[in-house]
């Protein structure tokens, strides 16, 4: 299968969406964990349809002008973890949700430790928004992208509008 990337900039970050023939199947950070490097596509193809409308759609985000994704994706894991990626997607824009509510919602309410692993793998963070799962105290808990992309992200969606960069 071939992979296509396109690299980004975003008030989060340099962003690396990749892609295969009809789907998103990341979103990396620039300084991401090693475990999504096995995502990192061969193929530099900024005019593909997917990353394309990606961008698109992550830049209407930031401007605080989309609360919803609607891009084909393809993540790549386990049936659990694409369970937990599902229940990601289900978090309202603006809302949290800790990772006992999470599990509880997939019917496995003694996963919460499960559900943080499989969290901290997905593939397709912001778009999937694992960025919305708190502690259960309401505390900033891991995230790929760096606690302090995780609350900028938090903020834009309490105000919808571009979160401040450092």
């Known amino acids: 299968m071939t992979r296509c990337y396109k690299e980004i900039n975003s008030p989060v970050g340099k962003l690396t969406l990749i892609a295969s023939a009809g789907a998103l199947i990341g979103v990396l950070w620039d300084r991401g964990r090693c475990h999504r490097s096995t995502l990192v596509a061969p193929n530099l193809e900024p005019e593909h349809p997917v990353l394309a409308e990606a961008e698109r759609q992550l830049s209407e985000y930031f401007a605080g002008t989309r609360r919803q994704f609607d891009l084909p994706l393809d993540p790549r894991g386990t049936e659990f973890q694409k369970k937990v990626w599902l229940a990601l997607r289900k978090i309202p824009f603006g ?11 997939i019917g496995a309410p003694r996963a919460s430790r499960a559900v943080g692993a499989a969290n901290g793998k997905n593939p397709l963070p912001i778009v ?15 995230f ?14 309490a105000g919808a509008g571009a979160p401040p960069t450092s």
Do not use: D, F, M, W
């Open 128 to 142: 999937v928004p694992c960025h919305r799962v708190i502690g259960a105290n309401g505390a900033l808990t891991g």
């Open 144 to 157: 790929g992208g760096g606690l302090e992309n995780k609350a900028r992200l938090l903020a834009l969606e």
């Open 95 to 105: 809302k949290t949700q800790s990772y006992a509510e999470i599990a509880k919602s």
